[in-house]
């Protein structure tokens, strides 16, 4: 999930000694401040469906995006037919569950009153311990957003385009069902250069993330199948108030659909992690998903409407709407709706209730032993044996071979001391490049100049009761993160992989 799905987001800078925190240097990346909550500030939150309908905050014009291919012009690697065969000729033994079940940490009931004790604090400021932590990194959680991609591959076969849309919508909402399991914890933040791969023979995609940028901190990551490509941009702020955690999302993802060309794009919503003091944590995703066809008019609006003390039965509920507009017909009536929740189920009223998703269960002893991993998610980690062929071809950057994180999926208390080396010798490498007048140079992704009008829509949640007048599209379309790069894939990692040679990588560990 993204990044920033449930959980602390990335932080960065110089640490400090800390209220109920050893002293500690720490080097992850990011912004996070811990803000009191203002005095008299109300924390009631009116449900949106008493307050609007979707239709209300449509923007009432679409910008549509430039074609712009998810890769550089000049992208040169290897077929995704050959990965996909050395994949299989060198296969990971599948790895449902973690070697090691996870371990009630006395540190994890401390960890909240860490958060209490620093109220006011910047917790990019702060090194905070392993046991806040799942064993994944931040690139490895954006690979698990392709576990449905299912959903993609009947997008590309469609010929409709309204269903066509329905499914790419749907696939946008899949990537947050997890975190209905996993709200206490937040992945590893990747060191600068840190890499992940993830070849799945049986879905048939190849996926590769770089963490491109420590400040501000963006992972990018790119995925092929035989019928679509992902682009994911990511990136978040974090802020404490007192009693929720909010994570509010920056970057973009573009979905290409190779019969078609067509690229579809949409920014994540808001995600809070609630009741942080009470040890009942529950997280919630909340505000408005437009995601765009840059070929034409179709869109799709997609309201997670946040959750209200008064009406609790609408917590996680989803209202979404699918716009194809024709010749003559009218612009502002939906041709498809999408109905339910995105922890249980997502149905289509248009065609029979028909169940265009739904999410995996997960049993009580997988998240309280398996921090809650689907098997997908538990096989992210997992290496080829010492010595077999495929070892060679992971890169000695992959996350898969950072030793904090391997020894906090194994239960080793040393995780922590070994996390604070990583983060130090990471700020010794930054200093050394800064004495140097010298600029990090990301390997696999470039970051490319798009036209400057080109903004996806984006439009705000209301918060207030009370009627709402729609909104002048130019205010509704701010794109969360620079509207004018976007990082492409240099298609140089694939055949690296095949030849097991990486060429000077830096040493991350």
């Given at each position: 999930?993204?990044?920033?799905?449930?959980?602390i987001?990335?932080?960065?800078?110089?640490?400090?000694?800390?209220?109920?925190?050893?002293?500690?240097?720490?080097d992850?990346?990011?912004?996070?401040?811990?803000e009191?909550e203002?005095?008299?500030?109300?924390?009631?939150?009116?449900?949106?469906?008493?307050?609007?309908s979707?239709?209300?905050?449509?923007?009432t014009?679409?910008?549509?995006?430039?074609?712009?291919?998810?890769?550089?012009?000049?992208?040169?690697?290897?077929?995704?037919?050959?990965t996909?065969?050395q994949?299989?000729?060198?296969?990971?033994?599948?790895?449902?569950?973690?070697?090691?079940?996870k371990?009630?940490?006395?540190?994890?009931?401390?960890?909240?009153?860490?958060l209490?004790?620093?109220?006011?604090?910047?917790?990019?400021?702060?090194?905070?311990?392993?046991a806040?932590?799942?064993?994944?990194?931040v690139?490895?959680?954006?690979?698990?957003?392709?576990?449905?991609?299912?959903?993609?591959?009947?997008?590309?076969?469609?010929?409709?385009?309204?269903?066509?849309?329905l499914?790419?919508?749907?696939?946008?909402?899949s990537?947050?069902?997890?975190?209905?399991?996993?709200?206490?914890?937040?992945?590893?933040?990747?060191?600068?250069?840190?890499?992940?791969?993830?070849?799945?023979?049986?879905?048939?995609f190849?996926?590769?993330?770089?963490?491109?940028s420590?400040?501000?901190?963006?992972?990018?990551?790119?995925?092929?199948?035989?019928k679509?490509?992902?682009?994911?941009?990511?990136?978040?702020?974090?802020?404490?108030?007192?009693?929720?955690?909010?994570?509010?999302p920056?970057?973009?993802?573009?979905?290409?659909?190779?019969?078609?060309?067509?690229?579809?794009?949409?920014?994540?919503?808001?995600?809070?992690?609630?009741?942080?003091?009470?040890?009942?944590?529950?997280?919630?995703?909340?505000?408005?998903?437009?995601?765009?066809?840059?070929?034409?008019?179709?869109?799709?609006?997609?309201t997670?409407v946040?959750s209200?003390?008064?009406?609790?039965?609408?917590?996680?509920?989803?209202?979404?709407?699918?716009?194809?507009?024709?010749?003559?017909?009218?612009?502002?009536?939906?041709q498809?709706?999408?109905?339910?929740?995105?922890?249980?189920?997502?149905?289509?009223?248009?065609?029979?209730?028909?169940?265009?998703?739904?999410?995996p269960?997960?049993?009580?002893?997988?998240?309280s032993?398996?921090?809650?991993?689907?098997?997908f998610?538990?096989?992210?980690?997992?290496?080829?044996?010492?010595?077999a062929e495929g070892?060679?071809?992971?890169?000695?950057?992959?996350?898969?071979?950072?030793?904090?994180?391997?020894?906090?999926?194994?239960?080793?208390?040393?995780?922590?001391?070994?996390?604070?080396?990583?983060?130090?010798?990471?700020?010794?490498?930054?200093?050394?490049?800064?004495?140097?007048?010298?600029?990090?140079?990301?390997?696999?992704?470039?970051?490319?100049?798009?036209?400057?009008?080109v903004?996806?829509?984006?439009?705000?949640?209301?918060?207030?009761?009370?009627?709402?007048?729609?909104?002048?599209?130019?205010?509704?379309a701010?794109?969360k993160?620079?509207?004018?790069?976007?990082?492409?894939?240099l298609?140089n990692?694939?055949?690296?992989?095949?030849?097991?040679?990486?060429?000077?990588?830096?040493?991350?560990?």
């Amino acid at each position: 999930m993204a990044d920033a799905d449930a959980g602390i987001g990335p932080g960065g800078g110089e640490p400090e000694a800390a209220a109920g925190v050893p002293a500690a240097r720490a080097d992850s990346v990011g912004s996070i401040t811990l803000e009191p909550e203002a005095a008299g500030e109300s924390t009631e939150v009116s449900p949106v469906n008493e307050l609007i309908s979707p239709d209300a905050v449509r923007p009432t014009s679409v910008t549509r995006l430039a074609p712009l291919s998810l890769s550089v012009d000049d992208c040169d690697d290897i077929p995704l037919a050959e990965t996909l065969a050395q994949a299989a000729a060198h296969p990971i033994p599948p790895r449902p569950e973690l070697p090691v079940k996870k371990k009630q940490n006395p540190k994890d009931a401390s960890i909240w009153g860490i958060l209490k004790k620093n109220m006011g604090k910047n917790l990019s400021k702060i090194s905070m311990p392993v046991a806040i932590n799942e064993p994944l990194s931040v690139l490895q959680r954006q690979c698990e957003d392709l576990e449905h991609c299912a959903l993609l591959d009947q997008a590309a076969d469609e010929v409709d385009p309204a269903r066509q849309l329905l499914f790419i919508a749907a696939f946008a909402i899949s990537g947050y069902s997890n975190s209905f399991f996993r709200s206490g914890r937040k992945p590893f933040n990747p060191l600068l250069g840190e890499t992940f791969d993830f070849v799945d023979t049986e879905r048939k995609f190849r996926f590769v993330a770089e963490q491109v940028s420590h400040h501000p901190p963006i992972a990018a990551a790119f995925a092929q199948s035989p019928k679509w490509e992902v682009l994911q941009e990511s990136g978040a702020e974090t802020k404490f108030r007192g009693t929720c955690l909010k994570i509010k999302p920056s970057g973009r993802i573009r979905v290409r659909l190779l019969r078609t060309d067509s690229v579809f794009e949409w920014c994540k919503v808001t995600t809070s992690v609630e009741d942080l003091m009470s040890g009942s944590k529950w997280c919630d995703h909340y505000g408005t998903m437009v995601i765009t066809n840059d070929h034409t008019k179709n869109h799709a609006v997609i309201t997670f409407v946040e959750s209200s003390v008064f009406k609790k039965e609408k917590r996680r509920d989803i209202m979404g709407q699918v716009f194809c507009p024709t010749p003559g017909a009218a612009e502002d009536r939906p041709q498809l709706t999408l109905k339910g929740k995105w922890n249980t189920q997502l149905v289509c009223p248009e065609l029979g209730n028909k169940v265009i998703y739904t999410a995996p269960t997960v049993t009580p002893d997988r998240v309280s032993e398996q921090y809650g991993f689907s098997p997908f998610a538990c096989q992210l980690n997992a290496l080829p044996a010492e010595g077999a062929e495929g070892r060679k071809a992971v890169a000695p950057t992959d996350s898969r071979l950072r030793p904090d994180q391997r020894m906090h999926e194994r239960a080793d208390e040393e995780a922590d001391a070994k996390k604070l080396q990583l983060e130090e010798m990471q700020r010794e490498r930054r200093g050394k490049m800064e004495a140097a007048g010298m600029q990090w140079v990301p390997r696999y992704f470039k970051q490319t100049e798009i036209d400057s009008q080109v903004i996806p829509v984006s439009p705000r949640s209301p918060r207030k009761k009370g009627s709402i007048k729609k909104k002048d599209p130019k205010e509704l379309a701010s794109h969360k993160g620079d509207p004018t790069t976007s990082w492409r894939f240099l298609g140089n990692y694939w055949a690296s992989k095949a030849k097991g040679d990486f060429g000077d990588t830096p040493t991350l560990w």
